[in-house]
């Protein structure tokens, strides 16, 4: 299903020009097709996750490209301010729910003592690491060229 509305929102920007002159109707479109996509699984008794993630893929691979760039503007500007908002909602919440847990001691040991080895493991990952292969006259493979 959700390949099927992937590739029909994909040609119907494609075929139609008269949504360039239109930029909101063009994002409010794309923006609009996900909810549909996702209600409709859901209604189907499919996973609308599933579906709606295989129309954004299908979407993006053969539909956006045939956007005006005010509207690609405007959906990534969306996008973007939905994921941090949403972004923001679960840290809150996983911090809400820490309070709310009854943890034993050993299990808070334990957080602690990950929290105190995760800047000596980044340390390592992204200063030491890349030392070593410089002074081995390597080539870093993550390097930018």
Do not use: D
Not at 46 to 63: E, K, N, P, Q, W
Not at 76 to 82: C, G, H
């Amino acid at each position: 299903m959700g390949i099927a509305f992937g590739l029909a929102l994909s040609y119907l920007f494609k075929k139609v020009s008269s949504f360039t002159e239109h930029h909101i109707k063009e994002a409010s479109l794309i923006l609009l097709t996900g909810y549909v996509v996702y209600l409709l699984g859901e209604f189907l008794g499919l996973s609308g996750v599933m579906a709606l993630f295989t129309t954004a893929i299908i979407f993006s691979r053969y539909g956006y490209s045939n956007l005006s760039n005010e509207s690609r503007q405007g959906t990534m500007l969306a996008f973007n301010s939905i994921r941090y908002i949403f972004q923001a909602f679960i840290f809150a919440y996983l911090g809400a729910s820490l309070l709310t847990m009854h943890l034993k001691w050993s299990a808070l040991g334990m957080a602690l003592v990950i929290l105190c080895l995760i800047p000596i493991i980044r340390f390592l990952s992204v200063v030491a690491l890349p030392l070593i292969f410089k002074l081995s006259g390597k080539p870093y493979p993550l390097a930018k060229s």
